[in-house]
């Protein structure tokens, strides 16, 4: 993503407050310079930090890297957004939903061979699994 740091921020926090599905695909479409690989895994990265601050902006940051990665129909960038995606949800203690994608990550990211995504996505799996029970 090229620009400064204050316009990714400025970028980041508008995608944050795009609350549902009809307005993050509304503002991808007028956006369409944010369809790339390298989008979903920056939003990706934010979302990591983001999810200490605001779990619900999180959320929505992580809906916008799967719409993304679903409309460029890359398998590497769709398991990076089912990731984030998942360490979210175990954020919000919905363990058995994270547990799921990030099963769908890890299976995307073998399919790409890469592996090193893979088994990070699977250490990120074992706190909502031990949750589960």
Do not use: C, W
């Not at 690989?37 to 605001?54: A, K, L, M, W």
Request: glycine share 4%; proline share 2%; charged share 25%.
């Amino acid at each position: 993503m090229s620009g400064t740091p204050a316009d990714k921020e400025k970028l980041f926090k508008q995608l944050a407050n795009l609350a549902d599905e009809r307005s993050q695909r509304n503002f991808l479409s007028q956006n369409q310079e944010l369809l790339r690989s390298e989008i979903v895994s920056e939003i990706s990265d934010h979302v990591r930090e983001q999810v200490r601050v605001d779990v619900q902006q999180a959320l929505h940051l992580a809906e916008v890297a799967l719409i993304i990665a679903q409309e460029i129909g890359d398998k590497e960038s769709l398991a990076r957004a089912l990731r984030a995606k998942a360490n979210v949800l175990y954020t919000r203690g919905e363990n058995a939903s994270a547990v799921d994608l990030h099963e769908q990550a890890v299976a995307l990211f073998e399919a790409v061979g890469k592996s090193n995504e893979a088994a990070r996505t699977l250490s990120s799996s074992i706190q909502p699994l031990l949750l589960m029970g």
